[in-house]
């Protein structure tokens, strides 16, 4: 675990569950928060909406993916599932990801 305070809030976490074996069956992901921006222009308070819409949809997409990889631990389930690697990269992306979880 990893916390800075300085200038903005950093924080790391990183946990993994493996089952007796030793084999992986979920890995958490710590996502970083979009820093405040510092003008209050009408550009710069949008696109800090959207990155926050961006942080949240992923931290959905994240949680879900490791409920699924605990509840399907014993099954052959897409390894990217299991490590949080190949995440979405933008909100389409995102809401395509969560959407595809909530049918399996």
């Known amino acids: ?3 800075s305070t ?4 950093v924080i790391s ?3 993994e569950h ?5 084999e992986l069956i979920a890995r958490s ?3 970083q928060a979009p820093t405040v921006p510092k003008c209050k222009r009408w550009k710069c308070l949008w696109k800090f909406f959207w990155e926050v ?3 949240g949809l ?6 879900k993916r490791v409920v699924y990889a605990e509840k399907n631990r014993h099954k052959n389930i897409p390894q990217k599932y299991r490590t949080g690697e190949d995440s979405p990269k933008n909100i389409r992306q995102a809401i395509f990801a969560i959407f595809k ?3 399996r």
């Open 13 to 15: 976490v990183a946990a």
């Open 1 to 3: 675990m990893d916390i």
């Open 18 to 22: 493996r089952n007796g074996k030793g």
């Open 29 to 31: 992901v710590s996502i």
């Open 58 to 63: 992923l931290s959905n997409y994240h949680m």
């Open 53 to 55: 819409t961006y942080c």
């Open 101 to 103: 979880l909530s049918i």
């Open 6 to 9: 300085s200038g903005g809030t």
